[in-house]
């Protein structure tokens, strides 16, 4: 059995109506919400702080008779009645131990009391008076607790996982402890705790949801962990205050979940946490290893039960399919505006250094030499470089429509760019005779590279003659994909597109034409957006329609992208990014048409990693480079049979 297939565990974060110092109420209330999250298919679910008595009870807690040992048997009713439940369950309760009280959350599974983990920071200022009635768990005497019949673990050493799945590895705080210069949930997580769970009880004021919200978000991704988060609701006492019932389920610094507060009926929120992603995050930043030198001590691990995963496997989590490009309006200009200000800043700073108050590129009219002229248009302005000194090439050849050579013209004229039109089909033709090939070749890989080759010497000396440098075009899909001519549009002196994925790359010229363009350029960057996406190296059909389309080859960029994203983002193997392939695109590829562009992706990046170990420099832009001196370092000669050899498995986690 796996809890977690392909890294997913799904948690969930309820917040049932209390009554306050009525733990019989409150055991039905907690199983109704475990009744509820379970037929939804929660495998982990957190109730709030205190949830079986209430957390403003004040000094009823004294009553140790009637409130604490109620609490204890509304906690073996619960532990009862879950018997036959998978999920494992966080319940806050009142736990006596020893003389002292302490404000605790145990950690159910089967009918069983796993663990009990208790508070260690209490509050004790403005509206909070905890100390009067607990104590730290730092004066815990024992490190096990008699409890619903039972001796079972006691203290925050506790880590809870299920025995041969690492990633599925739980430890839990409480309320206050969050809110700690160094919360207790750093230390589980460098102790190997990804799932981190908090039953709280925080109450509303202006503006703290904002400021919790903030704090679990932030948390999640200091720690590199999931993190769920259950807060008290409006049941609780309002004598002076009001709790909302905030819930959260938050992963590596994004929010997946959040729950509607102030709900009279209680509320249930859910979301897949990515486990393995966490994991190979942890592996790849060397700082998270490195804290082990801050841990403290050893930790208890206790053992659970695998918790069957939902069947069908169906996540209630958005994956992305753009996953380069944001959804939300706001947040997508953004973006826009600090990628295409680090691109700028970057050949500013190289123009500056070598001295050069000229730059040369070649302008096809697609889309990514657009944004390259783009780019160098707004430098040139931040630089106060007249714009003439922007030599754009246009360079047609065998397979350049007139679409595109028109395009090129008008992209020049509206940026204010010299414009130089090469004719190199003669150059061509005498190359193709000095070589021998067949002068009926026109489809050839060698007929298609010598015109791409051309070009890129036809550049590179332009450069030298006109005392600037060559500003390559080529994207980080096209790196990805090895779909560029090795010495030729491959190569430049500076790449500013070289960490723009295709998808991102559409999305800036459009960006570029809705908010920052004339009517006059508007329209043909429109037309560039219209345009299908070709490197022209192969003649147009007899209607001068472009013949060659770069998709119809290596596949659609959206699922390239998608697949590199997963690749070195997610750490994904060919299984996971097809599951995760099904969920982004279901209403767009059938799972056939994912598998068949996927094998192209992984034998087209595995084939072509030569051309990326002597790629030029460029800007990173975003999380995801393939430079050879920055994110990826991989041999030449890396065999790809073990990333097939899965793709093809019929087996599946």
């Not at 982004?584 to 051309?611: G, I």
Request: hydrophobic fraction near 40%; glycine fraction near 8%.
């Amino acid at each position: 059995m796996t809890t977690a297939p392909y890294g997913f565990l799904r948690v969930a974060a309820a917040c049932p109506p209390v009554r306050i110092a009525d733990p019989e109420h409150n055991a039905d209330a907690t199983l109704d919400a475990v009744q509820r999250a379970s037929a939804a298919g929660a495998q982990v679910l957190v109730l709030p702080e205190l949830g079986l008595t209430g957390y403003t009870c004040g000094d009823l807690f004294f009553s140790l008779s009637t409130l604490v040992a109620g609490a204890e048997r509304a906690l073996e009713r619960v532990c009862r009645e879950t018997k036959g439940t998978p999920a494992v369950v966080v319940v806050g309760l009142p736990v006596e131990q020893e003389g002292r009280l302490f404000n605790a959350a145990a950690v159910l599974q089967g009918g069983q009391v796993l663990g009990v983990v208790p508070k260690t920071y209490l509050p004790g200022y403005a509206e909070y008076y905890e100390e009067r009635w607990f104590s730290s768990a730092r004066e815990a005497r024992e490190a096990e607790v008699r409890l619903a019949g039972d001796v079972v673990p006691f203290g925050t050493d506790l880590l809870f996982q299920v025995p041969d799945e690492p990633g599925v590895t739980l430890a839990v705080e409480i309320c206050e402890d969050l809110w700690a210069p160094v919360p207790p949930s750093s230390f589980h997580a460098v102790a190997g705790a990804t799932v981190l769970l908090n039953p709280s009880a925080s109450p509303d004021l202006v503006a703290k949801a904002e400021y919790r919200r903030e704090l679990v978000r932030q948390q999640s991704g200091r720690a590199l962990a999931a993190y769920v988060y259950a807060n008290a609701g409006v049941h609780e006492s309002t004598t002076d205050l009001v709790f909302g019932g905030h819930l959260m389920v938050a992963e590596n610094g994004l929010l997946l979940a959040e729950g509607e507060r102030f709900r009279r009926e209680g509320e249930l929120v859910m979301a897949d946490v990515d486990t393995e992603r966490l994991r190979v995050e942890r592996v790849r930043q060397t700082s998270f290893a490195d804290a082990v030198h801050a841990a403290r001590g050893d930790y208890r691990i206790v053992s659970f039960e695998p918790v069957p995963a939902p069947s069908p496997h169906r996540l209630v989590r958005a994956i992305d399919p753009h996953p380069f490009v944001p959804s939300d309006p706001a947040t997508l200009d953004d973006r826009c505006h600090e990628v295409f200000s680090i691109q700028t800043a970057g050949l500013a700073r190289r123009l500056e250094h070598v001295g050069a108050r000229r730059v040369v590129l070649g302008l096809s009219g697609g889309l990514d030499s657009t944004l390259a002229l783009l780019v160098c248009v707004r430098t040139f302005d931040l630089l106060g470089l007249d714009r003439r000194g922007i030599l754009a090439a246009t360079m047609p050849a065998f397979g350049t429509s007139e679409r595109t050579r028109e395009s090129a013209h008008r992209l020049a004229g509206a940026a204010g760019a010299e414009l130089r039109e090469i004719d190199l089909r003669a150059a061509c033709e005498q190359h193709i005779r000095d070589i021998a090939l067949d002068p009926a070749d026109r489809e050839s890989v060698t007929f298609q590279n010598l015109q791409a080759r051309e070009r890129t010497q036809v550049l590179m000396d332009l450069a030298n003659k006109e005392g600037g440098i060559v500003v390559g075009t080529g994207d980080l899909s096209e790196l990805a994909l090895g779909f560029a001519t090795f010495a030729g549009d491959h190569i430049a002196m500076y790449n500013v597109n070289a960490s723009v994925p295709k998808t991102l790359v559409r999305r800036l010229v459009r960006w570029v034409a809705e908010h920052h363009a004339s009517p006059s350029e508007r329209e043909v960057l429109t037309d560039v957006l219209e345009t299908p996406v070709s490197p022209e190296l192969v003649p147009p059909e007899r209607d001068g329609a472009i013949a060659q389309r770069t998709e119809e080859i290596v596949g659609p960029y959206e699922l390239a992208d998608f697949y590199l994203f997963c690749l070195l983002r997610l750490g994904a193997g060919p299984g996971k990014m097809l599951f995760l392939a099904g969920h982004a695109f279901s209403d767009r590829y059938d799972e056939a048409t994912l598998r068949r562009w996927l094998r192209v992706f992984v034998e087209r990046f595995f084939d072509n990693q030569f051309k990326r170990s002597v790629a030029p420099d460029g800007p990173k832009v975003g999380s995801v480079s393939l430079s050879p001196r920055g994110d990826w370092r991989m041999p030449s000669d890396a065999s790809k049979a073990a990333w097939l050899r899965e793709l093809d498995s019929e087996d599946g986690p």
